[in-house]
T-cell receptor, first 117, second 114 residues
């Protein structure tokens, strides 16, 4: 595709439900990042993949958050037993570098806005 | 810890005039990269401009330029000839040599007055 796409664009969940957020990267991009952006704030790093390998998950706020990228392309961020504090925009970003992460431009998807009631 | 600070929650400028958005950062790294991203309402984050810390020359992209003061750890964005389409949230971000994560400021909302 021409850019990073994310689905769904909007998700309303009842507290306690599980949700799955999808990210389709730019074709050929090996690096994939997930960020969480609370209302009125800058994004915060959640996790990073290089191809199918999850190399950094230090930003995941709890063990209810899980991310995967099984074939090194599409990625899914799963949140189990959602809580109200999980309400945020979840951004996916990709870059084309294999190893030169620092300074690489990251290309963002439109985000998934999650509202937990 | 690496931090990025944007002290202006909101700025407004008359169309066709010039506006400067401020950003300061803190790092002990010697090599790093700085970015300005634009996030229009309900649209995706897009890169405006990128600066490599080891380069003395300030980056420029058409109407957008930066004033990079390494000693002061300051990285401001200047938008010349402001246009209505420039209205957005602007985020300053950094990527340090030892950590590829983007560290973000809180953002500045830019309002363009017609």
């Amino acid at each position: 595709g021409a850019g990073v796409s994310q689905s769904p664009r909007y998700k309303v969940a009842k507290r306690g439900q599980d949700v799955a957020l999808r990210c389709d990267p730019i074709s050929g991009h090996v690096s994939l990042f997930w960020y969480q952006q609370a209302l009125g704030q800058g994004p915060e790093f959640l996790t990073y993949f290089q191809n199918e390998a999850q190399l950094d998950k230090s930003g995941l706020p709890s063990d209810r958050f899980f991310a995967e990228r099984p074939e090194g392309s599409v990625s899914t961020l799963k949140i189990q037993r959602t809580q109200q504090e999980d309400s945020a925009v979840y951004l996916c970003a990709t870059s084309g570098s294999l190893a030169g992460l620092v300074g690489e431009t990251q290309y963002f998807g439109p985000g998934t806005r999650l509202l937990v009631l | 810890a690496q931090t990025v600070t944007q002290s202006q929650p909101e700025m407004s400028v008359q169309e066709a005039e010039t506006v400067t958005l401020s950003c300061t950062y803190d790092t002990s790294e010697s090599d790093y990269y700085l970015f300005w991203y634009k996030q229009p309402p309900s649209r995706q984050m897009i890169l405006v401009i990128r600066q490599e810390a080891y380069k003395q020359q300030n980056a420029t992209e058409n109407r957008f330029s930066v004033n990079f003061q390494k000693a002061a750890k300051s990285f401001s964005l200047k938008i010349s000839d402001s246009q209505l389409g420039d209205a957005a949230m602007y985020f300053c971000a950094s990527s340090m040599d030892s950590n590829y994560q983007l560290i973000w400021g809180a953002g500045t909302k830019l309002i363009i007055k017609p």
